[in-house]
């Protein structure tokens, strides 16, 4: 009995287990403003991710549009069809579903351009702070030569450059493609000064010394040991980057630089409905600007609780 006991006590605890022992779990149920952006965020991304399941209609299908449907007001207004919960745009398409779809859109270009700044970023802050020297004056100028621009003026003029030098039917085939590209590319060097900051105080530590004794290699060092202890100030930082991004994204469209209307985001729905808003249809801009805002703000939430979180000094019990 007493060894069934032992045995017992010794077992190794979960993941799960760990988890909710854990200080962020104490502090995330403490938080409730925490808590209502997660289940906030949670709730959108499914819409988003389950889009043509949840969607009552397919806005990619022009065969099912009817021009007579179009700038239909909400349900709770006069005139409205009840076919369609959130009116329809300019096109006869049901903005509810046009919204679900286009959310994902924004979703998918903010969340695959984070993880291109991630992977560069990471990189490159991991070989300047660990290497420094030369190497790190380098690289920390061409990353504070690239802060210098503003990613929006650098997207506009690179966009403006491939719609006339591929037409914009080539464009809009490779739109998506194109602006995780370029905000991945113009964003890294957030990513890159904040691990910079990190592998310099880590790499001054003992476990670093150590593993220089025990011969291991740079790169093993620097991603197998640093790395892991770097990770919480870069989870804050990719928080608020998967915001900026799709706050980027939805400018670009907004200019008509960004997804065409085709294929909508949340950007390019607000840019359709810009020229009705003032002539009685507020609703093909302002919803959809609604949920860009909710989204934008939940997230940019969620990154305040984790930088609260993993720094002790700045959390408020």
């Given amino acids: 009995m007493n060894s069934f006991k032992a045995s017992t006590e010794l077992k190794p ?9 854990s200080d962020f ?27 043509p399941l949840i969607a009552p209609f397919d806005p990619y299908n022009l065969q099912i549009l009817d021009i007579m449907d179009s700038e239909l007001p909400p349900v709770w207004q006069e005139g409205a069809d009840e076919r369609f919960l959130l009116g329809t745009d300019d096109q006869g398409r049901d903005l509810w579903s046009t919204i679900l779809y286009g959310m994902r859109v924004s979703l998918m270009i ?12 990471i990189t490159i802050g991991l070989v300047s702070g660990y290497v420094g020297g030369r190497t ?23 966009l403006a450059i491939v719609q006339s030098a591929f037409g914009s039917a080539a ?3 490779w739109a998506m493609v194109i602006l995780i590209l370029i905000i991945g590319l113009a964003e890294w060097p957030q990513i890159a000064r904040t691990v910079r900051s990190s592998v310099l105080a880590e790499k001054e530590k003992e476990y670093v010394d150590a593993a220089k004794v025990m011969g291991f290699s740079p790169l093993r060092i620097m991603f197998k040991h640093i790395l892991p202890n770097c990770l919480s100030p870069i989870f ?82």
């Fill in 13 to 21: 605890k979960s993941s799960f287990q760990r988890l909710l022992e």
């Fill in 110 to 121: 903010g969340i695959l351009a984070v993880l291109l700044q991630a992977v560069i970023g």
């Fill in 171 to 173: 464009f809009n085939q």
């Fill in 136 to 158: 790190d004056n380098i690289l920390m100028r061409i990353a504070d030569v690239q802060l210098s621009f503003s990613t929006l003026m650098v997207a506009i003029i690179i």
């Fill in 236 to 317: 804050v930082i990719s928080t608020v980057q998967i915001a900026n991004a799709i706050i980027t994204e939805a400018s670009l469209s907004f200019l008509g630089l960004g997804m065409p209307v085709t294929e909508p985001s949340l950007g390019s729905l607000i840019s359709t409905g810009k020229q009705y808003l003032f002539s009685g249809s507020w609703w093909i801009t302002l919803i959809p600007g609604g949920f860009l805002i909710v989204l934008v703000i939940v997230i940019n939430l969620l990154g305040d609780f984790l930088r609260d979180t993993f720094n002790p000094k700045l959390y408020k019990d």
């Fill in 25 to 51: 779990f104490y502090h995330y149920k403490r938080d409730k403003l925490a808590i209502f952006s997660s289940i906030v965020f949670l709730i959108l991304v499914i819409l988003a991710a389950f889009s």
